[in-house]
């Protein structure tokens, strides 16, 4: 009798040191991957998810749509509360090409220099038609899903500048107590603006028109990203310089990924005097940035080229983290997080890589 007793004792014990050991095991298979995902900056949700990835090319043309999802990703003024900007002034060396395998690179499509929510175009450098045949212009009226005034049914822009436009004066609607934010100009051809100059130029003079107006194929107006605001009660009725309008914009536009293009400040860059009613849309970050650091699109093109993917600009809200920056080559090696390319229109790209905050 004993001597079972004594059996199932040693069967009892056998059992639990294997489920000790399988514990440890299991213990320590959880801390070398833990340790893991730290030392690359990773998180568990990452590790089961694989959100290391290169995102399809409809994933980079299509950004989230503020309009349906509540603004969310740039036009919720609260979720960019408290922006931290990291800025070296080191610039970082890019990878050599023989340090870079072919299966890690992400190649920039033909064209790519010229086309992009960054775009620099003014009197130096002009817009380039050719390679933008495949933009998402659309008309303004067809898409927009807040009801303001248009000054002509056939205005058309960039359908995703559109979405954020919406947010933007559904959002100053709401501050101000009124519906009379309304865009007045957006998208132009190359004959139009040539038409336009010429008006301009003959009833004002040449000094005049280089002041206020852009040579035709200079104008930002060709991008689609540029909007013309203005006041409206019923019909036009007022200038969108001194209104209630004009303040809360020029005061909250970067949250939606907008600048004020033509400041009186930088006009000596610019080559165009101060307009109270241009935005251009550039999307976050790159709006708060240049607001932060009271900078021009030509300032921040320029200030640009001191990051590299090696050592990038990083920008955190309390919604996400960005890390962005410049090449000259074609091609970068694959980001980690989803990101979006940009040329400059000038010599080279600049990369915005985000990852969400959770």
């Not at 009124?178 to 003959?202: H, K, M, P």
């Not at 000596?268 to 307009?275: F, L, M, N, V």
Request: glycine share 8%; proline share 3%.
């Amino acid at each position: 009798m004993a001597a079972r007793r004594n059996g199932k004792r040693k069967k009892r014990n056998t059992a639990a040191i294997i489920l000790v050991s399988l514990l440890f095991i299991l213990v320590t298979a959880v801390i070398v991957l833990l340790g893991y995902l730290v030392s690359n900056g990773r998180t568990i949700r990452d590790f089961m998810e694989g959100s290391a990835f290169m995102p399809s090319r409809s994933e980079e043309a299509a950004p989230a749509d503020p309009a349906q999802s509540g603004g969310t990703e740039n036009g919720d003024p609260e979720s960019h509360a408290g922006a931290e900007i990291e800025s070296d002034p080191e610039a970082g060396a890019e990878d050599p090409e023989e340090d870079v395998p072919e299966e890690e690179r992400y190649y920039f499509e033909e064209g790519q220099l010229h086309r992009g929510d960054l775009i620099l175009v003014n009197g130096e450098y002009p817009y380039s038609f050719t390679d933008n045949q495949a933009s998402d212009l659309v008309y303004i009226r067809g898409v927009k899903t807040v009801d303001y005034a248009l000054a002509k049914d056939d205005l058309m822009a960039s359908r995703h500048a559109v979405s954020f436009l919406d947010v933007m004066i559904r959002d100053c609607t709401s501050a101000i107590g009124e519906d009379s934010t309304g865009v007045t100009e957006a998208f132009r051809t190359y004959e139009y603006q040539d038409e336009l100059y010429a008006e301009i130029e003959e009833e004002y003079g040449e000094e005049y028109a280089k002041d206020y107006v852009a040579s035709p194929g200079y104008s930002e107006h060709h991008t689609g990203l540029a909007f013309d605001l203005g006041v409206y009660y019923g019909s036009y009725a007022d200038s969108f310089t001194g209104s209630a309008n004009a303040e809360w914009i020029n005061e909250n536009a970067q949250y939606y990924g907008f600048i004020r293009r033509y400041r009186e400040d930088k006009t000596d860059i610019t080559g165009i005097s101060g307009e109270t009613w241009h935005y251009r849309y550039v999307g976050v970050p790159h709006s708060i940035v240049m607001e932060l650091n009271d900078l021009c699109l030509e300032e921040y093109i320029d200030r640009m080229r001191e990051y590299t993917q090696q050592n990038p600009l990083k920008v955190s809200f309390s919604s996400a983290h960005y890390e962005v920056f410049y090449t000259a080559k074609d091609w970068i090696r694959i980001p980690e997080g989803t990101f979006t390319v940009s040329g400059n229109n000038v010599d080279g790209y600049i990369v915005t890589v985000r990852t969400d905050l959770t």
